[in-house]
């Protein structure tokens, strides 16, 4: 049975939610909420990246703009490349809303993706981490805690949620697609 593109994005976009929630929520947001009670940031840490509704919502937005920018970028010409991959940028953004930095993280986000699926291998490893970082940077500037507090919760948010938000955009937009085929022909 053949899939069309709707459908494989649709397919792409859950898989990347569910994947990046389990590794969000199971290890970093657990690993986290430790080493921010240290470093005295708990509670805003909790209250800003806790699972809760806005939260997912939120990084369905995400999800859908990272896979939305992935496949305009494998499918526009390149003069148009960047004018679309623009318009998907300001429709995450606006679609997340929220506060101006938010909305700037989830622009980055969505070029990010699009960064991280020009390349292969390792480069594809750099580029998610390089992009990852940038996003997180963007979301961490609302929060509310300061040096060391506000750093950890950076960094823990660039590795656990938007590289694999970033990366996962990428290669799932990528292999699903030929998994999709493959165990539809057996």
Same mark, same amino acid.
């Given at each position: #049975?053949?899939? @069309?593109? +709707?459908?494989?994005?649709? /397919? !792409? /976009?859950? =898989?990347?939610?569910?994947? /990046?929630? /389990? *590794? %969000? %929520? =199971?290890l970093g947001f657990q690993l986290g909420k430790g080493i921010m009670e240290e470093l005295k940031g708990g509670a805003a840490f909790k209250r800003a990246? &806790?699972?809760?509704?806005?939260n997912q919502a939120a990084l369905l937005v995400l999800a859908f703009g990272a896979? *939305? @920018? *992935? +496949?305009l970028h494998q499918a526009a010409p390149a003069q148009g490349r960047l004018l679309w991959l623009s318009a998907a940028?300001? &429709? !995450? =953004?606006? +679609?997340?809303?929220?506060? &101006? $930095? $938010? #909305?700037?993280?989830?622009?980055? !986000? +969505?070029f990010a993706a699009a960064a991280a699926a020009e390349t292969e291998g390792r480069q594809r490893l750099i580029a998610s981490g390089i992009g990852a970082l940038i996003a997180a940077f963007a979301f961490a500037l609302v929060l509310e805690s300061e040096g060391g507090a506000w750093a950890a919760a950076w960094v823990l948010r660039a590795v656990f949620f938007f590289f694999p938000l970033v990366? &996962?955009?990428a290669f799932l937009s990528e292999q699903l697609p030929r998994w999709l085929k493959s165990s539809s022909k057996s």
């Open positions: #049975m053949p899939q @069309s593109p +709707a459908l494989r994005l649709l /397919v !792409t /976009v859950v =898989a990347l939610f569910l994947g /990046v929630a /389990v *590794v %969000w %929520w =199971a990246y &806790g699972f809760e509704q806005g896979v *939305v @920018s *992935v +496949a940028a300001l &429709g !995450t =953004a606006f +679609a997340l809303g929220g506060q &101006g $930095s $938010s #909305m700037v993280g989830a622009g980055l !986000t +969505a990366f &996962g955009a």
